[in-house]
């Protein structure tokens, strides 16, 4: 016997067994094989859209009081997490200081006071802003893994870039928002990390390349750099930049062994060399260990443009041009 299509009100996510029964959906029903139940009164379509809100959209639809948050907001804002907390599958609810903790399979429950502002709804789901949810990390969190998670939300691109991005909050809020909270669990992290968080880094390992290179002698590389052409047109946009010595950095993660990525690179290798700059490419490898590569790889660059040249033509030497 064929089972009853779901209401379509029920497949776009995670849902309650009261939402299902009120729709006219039996518990029998609720159990078969396309249901999923990974805590008591939720369930999930097997084949729904599968992204962070949807999935954990229930969790905030049993009473009006649950709050998404810690790592569970920080998937839903798209923050950049360290490897080891994305396979945290866990889910963290929070109600008010007033109210009992949450208690679930496979929930972490947390009793916490909020501000106002600090708790919205995004996606259909109650969680804490981008700003507070980052505060909260801080309690878990190296120093190095907030600043990543910190550079995830104020990254912002302008026009001039392929595609431009919009911050999920600025500098600015989240000073707030530790100044707002000064005795919350974590404040000696969040304190460390703000100051050298930046905008434009894309990703965690470009947060670590920066990171590495700016505490070494080489010093801090420019982020959100965009070199012109010959016409003042954007031509390349580096993940990170010495201007002064003509560099262009550029993190090479998995996506750059797709061969339409491969002719991207090489096309971006052209012309960044015609416009005078050279290119270093660095790897995930590179950024690993007591003395990271990556260092090496931009010294040994720099001495090569101090280095004199010589010159096709006449056969002399002198510095390599610009």
Request: aromatic share 6%; hydrophobic share 40%; charged share 25%.
């Amino acid at each position: 016997m064929s089972r009853t299509s779901l209401p379509k009100e029920l497949l776009a996510g995670s849902f309650t067994s009261t939402t299902a029964s009120a729709l006219g959906v039996t518990r029998k029903r609720q159990r078969q094989s396309d249901v999923v139940i990974p805590s008591r009164g939720i369930r999930l379509p097997l084949h729904g859209p599968g992204g962070a809100a949807a999935s954990l959209r229930a969790y905030t639809d049993l009473d009006d009081k649950s709050v998404l948050t810690h790592q569970s907001g920080a998937r839903i804002w798209g923050f950049g997490l360290p490897p080891w907390m994305q396979e945290d599958w866990r889910i963290h609810v929070a109600r008010d200081r007033e109210g009992s903790k949450p208690r679930r399979q496979n929930v972490v429950g947390h009793r916490l006071t909020f501000k106002n502002g600090e708790v919205v709804v995004h996606d259909g789901v109650r969680v804490t802003s981008p700003a507070r949810t980052w505060l909260d990390l801080a309690a878990l969190l190296s120093v190095d893994e907030l600043i990543a998670a910190g550079d995830s939300i104020v990254v912002a691109h302008g026009d001039e870039f392929p595609r431009p991005r919009e911050a999920l909050c600025t500098l600015e809020e989240l000073r707030r928002m530790v100044g707002a909270h000064p005795g919350m669990r974590g404040m000696k992290t969040a304190r460390l990390a703000l100051p050298e968080i930046r905008v434009g880094a894309d990703s965690p390992q470009e947060t670590a390349m920066r990171l590495i290179l700016s505490r070494s002698r080489l010093g801090e590389p420019d982020i959100n750099y965009v070199i012109v052409d010959e016409w003042g047109q954007a031509a390349v946009w580096p993940d990170a930049a010495y201007p002064k010595e003509r560099i262009a950095l550029q993190y090479d993660g998995a996506h750059h062994a797709d061969q339409l990525q491969i002719r991207s690179d090489s096309r971006r290798l052209a012309v960044t060399e015609r416009l005078g700059w050279r290119e270093v490419r660095v790897f995930k490898e590179d950024l690993e260990g007591d003395s990271p590569f990556v260092i090496e790889k931009v010294r040994a660059v720099m001495r090569f443009r101090d280095q004199p040249q010589r010159t096709a033509r006449t056969g002399t030497w002198g510095p390599l041009s610009p």
